[in-house]
């Protein structure tokens, strides 16, 4: 039976804090809907309503297109193992690049990761649970190397040019502004 909240709880910050793996959900105005999953140590709860999370480069970049058009972004995290729950935060987010004033006091929080590209700020305004006894359950056996050492290769400069290449425009052509924000 779902159920919802107006804030994190300590029980489910630390549910939250126990999850090796989150999605999150964006959409503009219009086009289409972007759901992905994300890992490694990349989100940090501030406080009972807010959450940041460390973008890194990849394929595309729809999220940060979808935030600066519509803001509305959902993240949501499911046990794979023990008992079983989903978790969503809903909210309102915004896009953080490296040239903005609040880069490095967020990016302060985030071990080191090779290619970090935005940092997204969530504020929440609603938490819901759900029972998840359809998710099946998994095993943790470690995060993936391949992003890290993809990034490490290219270097900084490498990660600028793949972001001028690919990470400027949503799939449907909406602009990301890595470059002007970041490089």
């Known amino acids: 039976m779902a159920q919802k909240?107006?804030?994190?709880?300590?029980?489910?910050?630390?549910?939250?804090?126990?999850?090796?793996?989150?999605?999150?959900?964006?959409a503009a105005a219009d086009g289409r809907v972007n759901l992905s999953p994300k890992g490694l140590d990349s989100l940090r709860i501030l406080d009972k309503n807010r959450v940041i999370w460390l973008n890194v480069t990849g394929s595309?970049?729809?999220?940060?297109a979808h935030v600066q058009e519509?803001?509305?972004?959902t993240i949501m995290f499911m046990s794979l193992s023990g008992d079983p729950m989903i978790?969503?935060?809903?909210?309102?987010?915004?896009?953080?690049?490296?040239?903005?004033?609040e880069w490095a006091s967020l990016i302060s929080m985030f071990p080191p990761i090779p290619g970090a590209r935005q940092i997204f700020d969530l504020s929440i305004d609603l938490v819901q649970t759900s029972c998840g006894m359809a998710v099946p359950l998994f095993d943790y056996v470690a995060d993936r190397e391949a992003l890290s050492a993809w990034a490490e290769k290219k270097g900084?400069?490498?990660?600028?040019?793949?972001?001028?290449?690919?990470?400027?425009?949503?799939?449907?052509?909406k602009p990301t502004h890595i470059?002007?924000?970041s490089v």
Do not use: C
Not at 70 to 73: A, I, V, Y
Not at 87 to 98: F, I, P, Q
Not at 156 to 173: A, C, H, M, P, V
């Open 87 to 101: 978790l969503r935060l809903y909210g309102t987010a915004k896009v953080v690049h490296h040239n903005e004033g």
């Open 179 to 181: 470059v002007e924000k």
């Open 70 to 73: 519509n803001p509305r972004m």
């Open 156 to 173: 900084d400069e490498g990660i600028k040019d793949y972001w001028r290449d690919r990470n400027q425009l949503s799939l449907d052509g």
């Open 5 to 26: 909240y107006q804030e994190i709880s300590d029980r489910l910050k630390s549910f939250i804090e126990n999850q090796k793996i989150f999605f999150v959900a964006t």
């Open 60 to 64: 595309g970049n729809e999220t940060a």
